[in-house]
């Protein structure tokens, strides 16, 4: 099982990454190296990923996290590196986190969209969603709840 400091950093790498896709729209891969190298390197050692799923539920919650998203890759509406995002999310978080993530996450993006067509942004804004953001959303509730404030979340 990870523990609440390996938690609390990927909290504050999450919360970076969601508050450079509000100012500019986008996920830089540096951010997302950064943490999917140690990601992977711990399996060899630890036997375990950096918040304790095995290789098995990680690999199904890498599935979790990207597949969803691409039909929104493909019509243009999320970018790459959202893509990337939810799938390394969803392998620290292995299958069910990935889940419950996605889900929390899917409810947040559409909210944005809902208050986006409500304030009546104009297209060129509204039509590339901050899914970065809905993304760390679902994943600080998934880890709030496991790692950082038991009870709360999951």
């Known amino acids: 099982m990870g523990s609440w400091w ?5 909290a504050g790498w999450a919360l970076a990454v969601a508050a ?3 100012r500019q729209r986008r996920v830089p891969n540096v951010l997302l190296v950064l943490v999917a190298v140690p990601a992977i390197a711990v399996f060899p050692v630890a036997r375990h990923g950096l918040l304790g799923a095995g290789i098995g539920q990680s690999l ?6 990207t597949l969803p ?11 790459a590196g ?3 995002l939810s799938g390394l999310q969803g392998f620290l978080l292995g299958g069910a986190g990935a889940f419950e993530a996605f889900l929390v996450g899917g409810v947040t993006l559409g909210l944005i969209a ?10 060129d804004h509204a ?5 970065a953001v809905a993304l760390v959303v679902g994943f600080l509730w998934v880890i709030s709840g496991s790692y950082l404030l038991p009870g709360w979340g999951s």
């Open 127 to 131: 039509s590339r969603l901050p899914a």
């Open 20 to 22: 450079f896709d509000l």
């Open 69 to 79: 998203y691409l039909p929104g890759y493909l019509l243009g509406k999320v970018g």
């Open 60 to 65: 199904i919650g890498l599935g979790i996290g």
């Open 82 to 84: 959202d893509v990337k």
């Open 114 to 123: 809902l208050f986006g067509m409500l304030a009546k942004y104009d297209r």
């Open 6 to 10: 390996i938690a609390g950093l990927l």
